[in-house]
């Protein structure tokens, strides 16, 4: 089994008059046996996008029905697996599932929504929130979203039309369009996580900061234009993955005799 790991992330463009970012596509493919391959580009510049992640595959002697591909629900990234990858199995990185749970959840427990809710609708809701977070650690997508129509229809019968109840009302729409859109990439998280198989995708995360964030965009506040950060990233997978000098030796065919010629003359 291989799996992928596919996120984005922005960097600021040189030329404000163009945009003030411009998305990269950062990942990480990893085999079985340990072996790893990094990947980054600007879609916008690379004409070897469509082909650039099946490369870091293949590389790895991994085959298309036997990969996993996780993201964090992204429609521009589930579009990229979809034209790239077609035959992987797509998984909804459970983290960035939680993360939107836990900001829904947090508003419907929060001290306003006491103070402005009648007691019962709040217990409703907050029972409710929790039901939702199990079904889809189960695997439950249907009765999650089942579920979040049933607590926006209580949402909707509120009298107290307030700030609380709007922002509960636009999490929980988000939450029920995001889920809509990656049902079908909804696993048993539980089981996955019982058999020791990944479920998040932490080491995708990694890959961000080491190809993208540590260099391009945290300290650094520098600014880019595509076709430079494009270049650039080419040398900092071919960096992390240690496969600089081999890349060279197959650019430059004499870059490995002169090599071996400077070690005779040391």
């Known amino acids: 089994m291989t799996t992928i790991g596919l996120d984005g992330g922005y960097v600021r463009h040189c030329d404000a008059e163009l ?3 411009f998305e990269i596509i950062a990942g990480r493919v990893l085999a079985e046996d340990g072996l790893q ?3 980054g580009f600007v879609r916008s510049v ?14 790895l002697g991994g085959a298309e029905e036997d990969l996993r591909v996780f993201t964090d629900g ?3 990234l589930r579009d990229l697996q979809l034209s790239v990858l077609p035959e992987a199995t797509h998984v909804l990185d459970w983290y960035h599932l939680t993360r939107r ?10 001290k306003e929504a006491a103070e402005k809710l009648p007691a019962r609708d709040q217990d409703r809701l907050s029972e409710w929130m929790d039901s939702v ?5 189960h695997g439950r997508a249907a009765g999650a979203i089942t579920r979040l129509h049933s607590m926006l229809g209580v949402m909707a019968r509120l009298s107290v039309k307030d700030a609380v109840v709007k922002r509960m009302t636009k999490l929980s729409t988000e939450l029920l369009r995001y889920l809509q859109n990656n049902a079908d990439s909804i696993p048993d998280y539980g089981q ?18 080491q190809i993208i964030d540590k260099r391009m965009s945290k300290s650094q506040q520098m600014r880019w234009s595509p076709q430079g950060a494009h270049r650039l990233l080419q040398v ?16 430059y065919p004499g870059f490995t005799a002169n090599d071996l010629a400077l070690q005779e003359c040391a």
């Open 74 to 76: 992204d429609s521009a």
């Open 19 to 21: 945009g003030h970012n």
């Open 46 to 59: 690379d004409e070897h996008s469509r082909t650039r992640v099946q490369h870091a595959v293949a590389a």
């Open 133 to 137: 977070k199990w079904r889809l650690w």
């Open 236 to 251: 900092r997978t071919s960096v992390i993955d240690g496969r600089l000098r081999e890349d060279f030796a197959r650019w």
């Open 192 to 209: 996955r996580y019982r058999a020791g198989e990944r479920i998040s995708t932490s080491f995708v995360e990694s890959a961000v900061n």
């Open 37 to 39: 391959r990094s990947v």
């Open 101 to 110: 749970l836990t900001v829904l959840a947090s508003v419907i427990n929060g």
